[in-house]
């Protein structure tokens, strides 16, 4: 995967984390512009577009996924910063966002070298974003 997919693989991930809750709060959305800033995506007509509407959970569901299947450990880490820095860009860590971000840790910690190989991988994938919206959409 070229640097310029991942990232906007990675933001598109950011952004439907950010709308887990049904809103984005105003720190989320400055968070999320400087995401598009620092990778030179500020002109991506479709990642602007995303953080205007809600995205569906099944959606960050595939894109999750598909960034998990051809991401280096360095890179999981990567998305896995930018997740608790969006969790954090309201100056508040509830109890649920830090469990979220150790079971996102783990749900990475998971997949092998080789990820083509990891046959539950979207099943994973789907249970920790459906446990994510409960906890923020619980707040």
Do not use: C
């Amino acid at each position: 995967m070229n640097p310029t997919t991942q990232h906007q693989l990675m933001l598109k991930i950011v952004a439907g984390s950010a709308w887990a809750d049904g809103h984005l709060e105003p720190q989320e959305l400055a968070y999320l512009g400087s995401l598009l800033r620092r990778y030179g995506l500020e002109h991506d007509t479709e990642l602007r577009e995303l953080i205007q509407e809600p995205i569906p959970m099944e959606q960050t569901e595939r894109w999750m996924a598909d960034y998990l299947a051809q991401a280096s450990e360095t890179e999981r880490m990567q998305l896995l910063g930018a997740i608790g820095n969006l969790m954090i860009a309201d100056d508040t860590v509830s109890p649920e966002e830090h469990t979220l971000l150790d079971d996102y840790y783990t749900l990475m910690a998971g997949i092998p070298a080789r990820p083509e190989a990891a046959p539950n991988l979207v099943k994973g994938v789907g249970q920790f974003f459906r446990r994510m919206a409960k906890a923020v959409g619980g707040r």
